[in-house]
């Protein structure tokens, strides 16, 4: 008797495993992957600051020029230059080719891919007008948005079937800097079409796009709210949208609240110091009078205080537009983790981050940077490190960042990590010395243009 009731605890055993390969089977066929329930997080693959390059082989314009987008990879693919883009210069097709490859074999279950904004190459428009041999400007913009469309049709290959949630950078307008309406315009349904896969209404997208570049979005059976700002507008002095936009960020947090979801919240241009100019004001001593700031002071202070009303509901921040590896502690419950660039223009390695996510807090836990080393063969993205292995801290993404900041300073081997890892593994164009590295690290943790002087100063 007990010889029987073993084999039949063995059946059952074999019919339950069996049973369990068929169901993970399935869930994989669905686009299941490791966001189905059975796993207690999910990845996110969060990429930046691509600046596409169209113009790196002037021989190829005349033929994009006249060619619909859907025959732009083929033209490209013709060209005689194979060489991804090197540190000083924007993202060529060989690279954004190798970039995307990461990402399709990155990308795992992620439910979705986030874009932190600038799709265009730098002074596009001076470059087209050059090659173009006149300033046509219906015929810059017609291209301006072929390149947008290139992008996002090439971006969307890589995750047919999941949504793209996308800001717009400085440089995604018509001209840098600028909240362009007629780029807006002329792109809204490109980004609508390509990227959001439903997940907003038509009309609604259109409402807060085409008056500023923002939206928000619902990730279905998620419970999260994702919303995406247009920081270029809060650069600005005077500006009656970038108000309005406020206004309407306070509106949605207030909602996501009063509904009980969660918030992710994207930008491009981070609040703070523009570290990267003002590392180049310090006098020999390392000491500032006075700091390059990313925002107007008002704007600034005003989202800083909408922030400090909703404490806990956004569970997720980030940017890019600094093309490096690096974060800011926006307020005691608020940590902006900014993504580096594909671009490898600012003397950065080309790299992009993806994510561990928690499946019952919406909050990151840990994330991977995956890089691609442009002084070694062979030419690919690998692994760079894991966030957690490399500082050796566990639990909440937001709370060990917060915990690093001060340990930046007293544990001389995390200082190390964190200034090799900034540039994503090069730094050699603008490196990071002793003398310049408290505008560095005093960047991390204050937010304010004074409390960031003196901070330096006091270093």
Known sequence: ????????????????????????LQLAACGGGTTDTTTNSFPVVVISDVHFDPFYDPSLFPALVDADVSEWENIFKTSTITTPSTWGSDSNYPLLALALASIRQNKGGSPLIIFTGDILVHHFSQTFYSLYGSQDVPAMQAFADKTVAFFMNQLKLSAPDIPIMFTLGNNDSYADYVVDSNFLSNTAEIFYTKCLNGTVDHQAFLDTFLAGGYYRAELPGKN?????????????????????QLAWFDAKLAHARATGKKVWLLMHVPPGADIYSTARLIDSNGHLAGAQMMWNPDYQASFLQILS??????TFTLAGHTHMDEYRIMSSHDVLDITPGISPRSGNNPAFKVFTVSRYTGKPTDYKSINYDLS???????????????YLMQGLLDDSLTQLYPALVTNNEKQTHYRSSYYSGYNLLNPITNTNWPVYWC???NMGE?????????Y
């Open 1 to 24: 008797m007990r010889i029987m009731n073993i084999k039949k605890i063995s059946i059952i055993r074999s019919l339950f495993l069996f049973l369990t390969l068929i169901l993970q």
């Open 224 to 244: 999260l709210m994702v919303i995406s700002l247009n920081t270029i507008l809060l650069m600005e002095t005077g500006s009656a949208a970038a108000t309005e």
């Open 376 to 390: 070694v063969t062979p030419e690919q993205f690998n692994n760079y490190y894991a966030f957690w292995s490399l």
């Open 443 to 445: 960047g991390i943790g």
């Open 309 to 314: 009303k909703y404490p806990g509901i956004i």
């Open 450 to 458: 004074p409390e960031f002087v003196d901070c330096v100063n006091s």
